[in-house]
Structure formats: C-alpha cells, structure tokens
C-alpha cells in the first residue's frame, strides 16, 4: 500500500491558516492596523471601498521595512515578535503569530509599499494568490501602505458567505473602536467609499471615548484607577443612569488587548448592584496592566480570551475599585473636559467669613394667658389694622379673619367633590348600558367577569401583542401609515448606529417611519408611525428601536423583520401605570382577541389570567 501522508503545499496551507485569521473584512483591518501599531506609526489611515470587499488599505507613519523585511513578512510563520519559545510569555505586542500577512495574501490581491527612514528608496511588491507578481524599488513616503484588493477572489464560496455592506461595515468599524480605545495616542481616520466616518485626533483617553460615541458622553463618564501588586487598573465606567438595553459599549483591555472575558465582566456588573434598572447593562472602558507571564493569551485563534493565574484576586480588585469610583464620583458629575482622575476642583470652598451671633428680639411683658389686649395700646399706630404680626410679640393681625377664609374654601371643595361624584356614577351608568364592564387595578390589568368567574389582563402586554402583529403585517405589505411631524427632527448618531440604520431604513419607512439621510451620521425624521404618535420624541425613538434590535439580534437570533415589528412594539406600547377609560379598556380588549395569537406575549409568557370560581371557593374554603 503506498504512503498516502503528504506535506500541503503552502498555497493550500496559506488558505487553511486564512479560514483561521481572516474570517471577513473587518479581521483583516484588525490584523493590519495592529501590525501598524507594532511598527511605532502615530498616524494611521484607513481607506475602505465596498465595506473592505473591494479595497482595504492601511497607511501609517511607522519604522517601514528593508527589502528583504518587506518579503519576509508574507512568509509563514515569519514574524520580528519571537526569537525563542521564551519570548511567548513576554508578549506585549499585537500581532506576533507570522500568519496574518501570509493568510491575507493568499486570499487577496496585495500591494505593499514600504520605506524605512535611512532608505532613499522604498520596495513595492505586488502578490496574488500567495504568489508574488512583482517586487520592485519605488518613490514611498516613510512608512508603510497595504492594500488588500478583492478580499476572497480566489475562494469564491467564502465571499459568498459574507453579509451586506451595512453589516460588514459595522464588524469593521467594531474592531476600530477597540483598536481606537487601546491607542488613544494615535492619531486615526476612517473613510468609506469617499466619505469620512472618523477623524480621531491624538487625545486623551476620555476624550477618544467623546470623540467615538458622541459629546454627550462627556458627562457619563466616572473614572476608575486602582494600582496594586497584581494588577493595575485603569479607565471609566458609565454612570448608572445612561446604562443601556445592549451590551455594545462594554470594553476590556488586557495589556492594550481587547478581550472578551464573563467572569470580570460580571465584576463590574456586581459593582453595579442595586443601581442598574432591570435587564440594562452599563458602559465601561477597562485597561489592566499585568506581567505577561502570568496571563496565557494563546488560548483562543483570535487572542480576545486570556487565562489568568490568579482571576479570583484580579476579580475582587476590579468590583471593588469599580464599586468605590462609583460612590464616590457618582454624586458630582465632571464639568471639565481634560480632567480625568480629579474631582477635587469642582468643588471651590468660600474664603472664611465672620460669623456674626443672631440676635433674638422678645417681649418680657407679654401674658399669653392674658385676657385684656393691653398690648394693643401700647403699639404705635402704624401697626394696627394692618394685617402684619406685632414686632414685639409675633402674632398676626385680624388672624381670626383666616377661620372664614377656611370655611368658604371647605364649601367649594365640597360642592365640587359631589360634582365629580355625579359625572363618575353617570358615566358607570352609561357604561353598563352600553359596554361590558372593565375595572382597571392598579393602572396595570384589566380585570373582567366572564362566566367562570373573573380574568385579568396585561395591558402592557396586551399592546405589545397588538402593535406587534400590526407592524409585522404592515412590514409585509408596505403599508404602515405615518405621521408627519410639525417640526421635523434631526437625529446624529454613533457610526455603528448609522450603519445599522441605513442596513434597515427601507423596513423601517415600511413601518410609517419617514426618513432621509443628512450629512454624515446624521437623519432628518420628518415622520413617525401614526401607531406611536405618543411615544417619546423621535430622537428617543430611533435610539430605543436600533437598541432594541441590537439586544434581540445577540439574543434571540430573530430575523430582520421580525426583529424590527418586536423592537418597535416594545418601545411603542403603553406602559405599566398608565391609567385608561372604560373605552380605551374596550378598544384594547376588543384589538386583542383580534389578534391571532392573543394570549401570548413578546416574552413567551401569557397575557391573560383567568380565576375561575371553584378556584375562588377553595381558596375561601367554602
């Protein structure tokens, strides 16, 4: 029988590795970028077309590299990070494996142009396929530039698998938060197909979250230091009263890494304990500062997992020094811009002034068992008949006026309560001629008699059911009715919202929303779904719907659709606590078991109770 093991060739080996490392566009814009870092650049662009389907393109400032550097780097396993099998537990850099460059090229049409300082001249390299086209000196400015043409040409059932710009976008634009966040030093832009999406100067750490997610961050923000012999800790955690529904703006950084790691966010969550609203999540931007040889970060392809030696210490540092910049910033928010670990300034303290004693003012005559008005002759005649208090004893004028005053305001009040009185039994009459009875406990049921005995209704839920089966339908046929603002409203949100907003704007103008994009992340709302005409402004609304979508995407796995009816019906639907009249009650009642699945809620739990009489006998034990 012959040997049937073989060596792969490296072309094979190259689009293996790539499955690995590049698994979309926005991987390979994380690999690039961070191989930019690790060359010393302080100015970084990134040029997309396509959402990196067509074009990725990375330049920076950095160290460049020699000749044969420039072709070394697309070799496997070729890395400037590792010399010795030690060298892996020292690791504080970003891309140290030697299989980035090489898995983008053998998926990719790749040109680099790269200088080094001392050079006079620059190399160019062209590489298809993991094969190199061409390699030639060029006129290069300091510094490298990549470009990434045709992600997946050569493998066309993996570009096949890849989503929609929009979605594709948003993947990219995560890893350039995160890589933004790590390197507030640096200096980043974004653009896409020609336009802007970040400029984001060198800054500090607050103001590179400002500059990220918007100025009114700039008031959210707490900030957390703790310094101790395992780790340091560093960063800012959100305020509890702007915690959000999704777990979007929750970051962690272990030696400048971005991590993805349950157990110390759940630290942060305890720190929150008894602050946070049910099912909100708050923001949080961590840094931990660790000896590398106590972490392993090789414990997962893409290095956003890390084990610890000891997670259990590193745990209780960071609830309770999350926990303590809580308490103690939380009350005072800060006002300066540029200041980060101080609040000490906000709080000025007045020069010290003489403290003068009071002085007290009395009558050593006054009786108050007295019956003559003895004082009232001795006063001078400017304060009788007046209606102020005697200076000397402190008793108002004419007081036995206010006993009338009193008694007429009883009379009015009671005249009106027998009004009110009269129109609520009229009402109940024509009710109970016209309508079944409906009670309403407590602002939140509806309670009814059937013929059983008695049901009780979510009104909460009932709406949800409603508006959810009418906005699915009208998603199906286009047919959602809106309703123009009088003053139309323009709404600036984050780049990932934007790009999530422009991914859904035709369903959502399917559901009576009227929408036009204006200038970059910015929308001009001139309608709303007549359906929601009095739910919160539109800013608020549009913000709640693309929440509520991004919550049900990472936990339900809806689709789009579905997604979007359910989110809008959340946000649109009365909520407990709101008091409705006997005909709101029939309206409501009447829509729902209009609805095809009526006792079930958004939640999968039901909607209606019922309470039958034999239940009610055996609980009286009758």
Request: hydrophobic fraction near 40%; proline fraction near 4%.
């Amino acid at each position: 029988m012959p040997d049937i093991i073989q060596l792969l060739p490296d072309a094979v080996a190259n689009q293996i590795a790539a499955g690995e490392v590049v698994q979309r566009p926005a991987s390979a814009v994380k690999e690039l970028i961070e191989n930019a870092i690790d060359a010393g650049a302080d100015k970084i662009q990134l040029i997309l077309k396509d959402a990196g389907k067509a074009l990725i393109q990375v330049i920076d400032n950095g160290c460049g590299m020699s000749l044969t550097d420039a072709r070394m780097c697309f070799e496997r396993h070729a890395t400037s990070k590792i010399k010795k099998a030690e060298d892996l537990f020292a690791i504080r850099t970003m891309g140290f494996r030697g299989e980035a460059m090489a898995s983008i090229a053998a998926i990719a049409q790749v040109e680099l142009k790269t200088r080094r300082h001392e050079d006079e001249l620059g190399t160019c390299i062209l590489i298809e396929g993991s094969e190199v086209v061409s390699q030639e000196a060029c006129s290069a400015p300091t510094g490298s530039s990549i470009s990434v043409k045709n992600l997946f040409y050569n493998t066309p059932a993996r570009r096949n698998f890849l989503k929609s710009n929009p979605v594709e976008m948003r993947h990219i634009i995560d890893e350039f938060q995160r890589v933004a966040l790590a390197n507030p030093q640096i200096f980043l832009t974004l653009h896409h197909d020609g336009q802007e999406v970040y400029h984001l100067p060198s800054a500090s750490l607050k103001q590179r979250i400002v500059h990220l997610f918007g100025n009114n961050y700039n008031q959210r923000l707490v900030p957390v230091e703790e310094d101790t012999t395992i780790i340091k800790l560093h960063g800012f955690v959100g305020k509890p009263e702007f915690a959000r529904k999704t777990r979007g703006e929750q970051f962690f950084f272990v030696n400048n890494r971005f991590i993805k790691d349950n157990y110390l966010n759940h630290a942060v969550l305890i720190a929150f304990q008894e602050l946070l609203q049910d099912d909100t999540y708050p923001l949080y931007v961590l840094f931990i500062d660790i000896d590398p040889a106590k972490i392993d970060i090789n414990v997962h392809p893409t290095k956003t997992e890390i084990k610890y030696q000891d997670e259990k210490s590193i745990y209780a540092i960071i609830r309770s020094a999350v926990k303590r910049s809580l308490g103690k910033y939380n009350i005072t928010p800060t006002l300066d811009f540029d200041q980060e670990n101080s609040i000490g300034h906000l709080i000025t303290p007045k020069p010290f002034e003489e403290i003068v004693q009071p002085s007290i003012a009395f009558n050593p005559d006054f009786n108050p068992f007295a019956t003559e008005k003895k004082t009232n002759e001795r006063e001078p005649a400017s304060y009788r008949n007046t209606g102020v208090s005697d200076h000397r004893t402190g008793i108002p004028r004419n007081w036995d006026t206010l006993y009338e005053i009193a008694r007429k305001e009883e009379n009015v009040q009671h005249e009106l309560h027998q009004e009110v009185n009269t129109v609520a039994v009229n009402e109940q009459e024509v009710a109970k001629s016209s309508e079944k009875q409906f009670f309403q406990v407590h602002n939140r049921y509806i309670l009814s008699q059937i013929k059983s005995g008695f049901m009780l209704i979510s009104q909460q839920a009932a709406h949800e059911r409603i508006l959810y089966e009418r906005f699915l339908q009208q998603l199906q046929n286009h047919s959602g009715v809106s309703q123009q603002s009088l003053f139309p409203q323009s709404v600036t949100l984050n780049s990932a919202d934007f790009e999530l907003l422009k991914e859904l704007l035709p369903d959502i103008r399917a559901l009576g929303f009227d929408i036009r994009e204006f200038g970059p992340n910015t929308v001009v709302v001139e309608g709303i779904p007549a359906d929601l005409t009095n739910a919160a402004n539109e800013h608020e609304l549009l913000e709640q719907l693309l929440e509520g979508f991004k919550n049900n995407l990472a936990i339900l796995k809806l689709d789009k659709r579905d997604n979007l009816a359910r989110s809008l019906a959340r946000n649109g639907a009365m909520k407990a606590g709101t008091k409705l009249s006997m005909e709101e009650m029939n309206q409501l009642v009447d829509q729902l078991f209009a609805c095809q699945m009526p006792n079930l809620a958004l939640n999968g739990k039901p909607v209606i109770s019922t309470v039958t009489l034999a239940e009610l006998a055996e609980r009286f034990e009758k």
